[in-house]
């Protein structure tokens, strides 16, 4: 089941996965205003001043909603249009499994301490699969980032 591009809210923040043969890349970008229904303004997170051109490449759009799975669009479209960024999808937004494995649903509290920060904080493990586990931080204390080590205690 997927989500219509139309059902996005303006001021939705998004992550373009930009690729070519040789190298791939993440940006930032929000939607600044739905055009029609597959079709967007969007403003770029990059500093530099010069237009960026998005020819031969493929790029992805991935945007989370709340506490589930994000959504993704493939082979989205960006244009440069009367000094805006253009974006323009086809098709609907599917769930996107990033691990790319099973999931198992645990909805379990546990204690984590997660290395460099102050421990001891309560969360929920919301589900687990052979690749890692997703938690959620209800009072975003943890204030963690990718890459950062995890170790949780079950009570």
């Not at 989500?3 to 996965?17: M, N, P, Q």
């Not at 403003?43 to 945007?63: C, H, P």
Request: proline residues 1%.
């Amino acid at each position: 089941m997927g989500i219509k591009f139309s059902e996005i809210a303006e001021g939705t923040y998004a992550v373009l996965h930009i690729s070519n043969k040789e190298n791939s890349m993440d940006m930032g970008a929000t939607i600044k205003k739905i055009a029609n229904g597959n079709m967007a303004l969007i403003s770029l997170a990059f500093e530099g001043t010069q237009r960026l051109n998005f020819d031969n490449v493929s790029i992805d759009m991935e945007i989370s909603m709340g506490e589930g799975m994000p959504y993704i669009w493939r082979g989205v479209k960006i244009s440069y249009y009367q000094n805006n960024y253009v974006l323009q999808v086809s098709g609907e937004g599917v769930r996107h499994n990033r691990r790319g494995c099973f999931r198992v649903s645990v909805g379990v509290s546990a204690r984590v301490n997660a290395m460099g920060k102050s421990g001891g904080q309560t969360i929920i493990v919301r589900d687990v699969s052979l690749s890692g586990f997703s938690i959620t931080d209800r009072q975003k204390e943890l204030g963690l980032s990718t890459g950062d080590s995890v170790h949780v205690v079950f009570e």
